[in-house]
């Protein structure tokens, strides 16, 4: 089992990346928005959980951000690998990410970061806020959530970096050569 977990700040490309790199292994490409958005559409006891959780204005929590990726593993046993889209965010969900995968025999096999540098992240979100007539990405808010992921993520990255699971690869260009440089760092 190939657990790849695809890092990098907002306007990264890695949604799209994840999408490729899980094409061309055939490997399930899993985004935790994805996953939320379609339990919730979709009526089930956990999709119930997490629309009370976000109609209270609240975040989803760590524990059921990790019982949502257990049930994405456990429901997919044919699966040979996943990519993790954005999860996790924080340190205490790695850990608990680490629990969860040791439970089923299972663990990180590869942390892949995408290196972008701030100006150019900051041309891209509001070209694709314009793009999707997202009013609210301003460059004051799209700064503010590049701080926090920094501020979020820097533990991760030390955290992976001792495990010597994590590797950057630098996300300028175009999407085929990030996309290339990406497969090259993957060892199946």
Same mark, same amino acid.
Not at 16 to 30: D, N, P, S
Not at 91 to 115: C, F, I, P, S, Y
Not at 119 to 128: D, G, P, Q, S, W
């Given at each position: ?7 990098? /700040? /907002? ?5 799209? *990346? ?19 958005? %379609?339990?919730?559409? @979709? ?12 109609? %209270? ?35 205490? @969900? %790695? ?33 694709? %806020?314009?793009? *999707? ?21 820097? /533990? ?24 290339? *440089? ?5 060892? /199946?």
């Amino acid at each position: 089992m190939f657990n790849l977990i695809l890092f990098g /700040p /907002p306007g990264a490309g890695k949604g799209t *990346q994840a999408i490729k790199i899980a094409e061309k292994f055939g490997w399930k490409h899993v985004s935790t928005g994805d996953i939320l958005r %379609a339990e919730v559409s @979709q009526g089930t006891p956990l999709g119930l959980k997490v629309k009370a959780v976000m109609e %209270a204005g609240h975040l989803v929590s760590d524990e059921l951000l990790i019982e949502i990726m257990e049930s994405v593993f456990v429901n997919n046993p044919a699966v040979m690998g996943f990519v993790l889209d954005g999860f996790p965010r924080t340190l205490n @969900q %790695a850990r608990e990410l680490d629990k969860m995968l040791l439970k089923h025999g299972q663990g990180v096999t590869l942390v892949l970061a995408l290196e972008v540098n701030e100006e150019e992240l900051i041309k891209r979100l509001l070209k694709r %806020a314009e793009e *999707q007539g997202r009013k609210d990405d301003t460059e004051e808010v799209i700064k503010n959530r590049l701080v926090q992921y920094h501020h979020h993520t820097k /533990p991760l990255i030390e955290y992976y970096i001792e495990q010597n699971l994590y590797k950057e690869v630098y996300g300028v260009g175009t999407i085929e050569d990030i996309f290339g *440089q990406l497969c090259s760092v993957i060892k /199946p």
